[in-house]
């Protein structure tokens, strides 16, 4: 799997020889799963890589094709899924 992050005017980003990009191979036997924390470490790589190359004159937009992603939540957070169902 690759998780990369491309700019329309520049292609892959990267700059200084620092880039975005993460190799990874995906499975109990591999590497794991990509998790939240990987991907956090990855945006806050490809945002200071976008400030170098810009020189913080520029704004970031993100987006994300990431179903994952959307179901995390943070550890104190609210769950349906643990909630007593029925009359308590």
């Known amino acids: 799997m690759v ?14 020889g620092q880039e975005a990009r ?12 990509f998790s939240s924390a990987e991907l956090l470490e990855q945006v806050g790589k490809a945002i200071d890589i976008f400030n170098a190359k810009t020189g913080g004159t520029a704004t970031l937009l993100l987006a994300f094709d990431n179903a994952p992603g959307h179901l995390k939540r943070a ?3 609210l769950s349906a899924r643990k909630m007593p169902k029925g009359p308590s």
Do not use: I, Q
């Not at 998780?3 to 200084?16: A, C, I, N």
């Open 75 to 77: 550890p104190d957070a």
């Open 3 to 16: 998780s990369e992050f491309l700019v329309p005017e520049w292609g892959r980003l990267m700059h200084g």
């Open 22 to 33: 993460l190799f990874f191979e995906a499975g109990k036997n591999r590497d794991g799963y």
